[in-house]
């Protein structure tokens, strides 16, 4: 995983939500296993829907499918915004995972641009 220099500024990562439903899967260390969707992605971290919050600083590996294939990584659970969304950081993810991510987070963000353009063409003034 790749961080930004100190000597940068710091940039905030693209978000992504994905058009479609994504499920995601956490594996706990002590062996349990949860299951959440995705509700938005980025290459630094996320927010998941979860039945009930994990503890804050947990770890966890988290696997889900997107367009572009399977993304596996380490991740950090944070405070959760409420009883059923918690955000997480990822504190690794590999160089094949993260491509497949990144390149997934681009597609998405490109199907948003050409809708958004699609509906100002159509726009009714």
């Not at 499920?23 to 949860?34: E, S, W, Y």
């Not at 290459?43 to 889900?64: C, D, H, I, S, W």
């Not at 504190?91 to 497949?100: A, G, I, W």
Request: charge should be positive; glycine fraction near 8%; include cysteine.
């Amino acid at each position: 995983m790749t961080f930004p220099s100190p000597w940068q500024p710091a940039r905030r990562a693209p978000r992504a939500f994905f058009a479609e439903t994504t499920p995601a899967v956490l594996r706990c260390p002590d062996g349990r296993f949860k299951r959440g969707k995705l509700q938005v992605i980025s290459v630094t971290g996320g927010l998941l829907y979860l039945n009930a919050p994990l503890g804050q600083g947990e770890r966890v590996k988290l696997m889900f499918l997107t367009a572009k294939g399977t993304v596996l990584g380490a991740a950090e659970m944070l405070s959760p915004v409420s009883w059923r969304f918690q955000p997480f950081k990822f504190v690794r993810l590999y160089d094949d995972d993260e491509e497949r991510l990144r390149s997934a987070i681009q597609s998405s963000l490109e199907h948003s641009r050409s809708g958004y353009a699609m509906m100002e063409r159509f726009r009714a003034w």
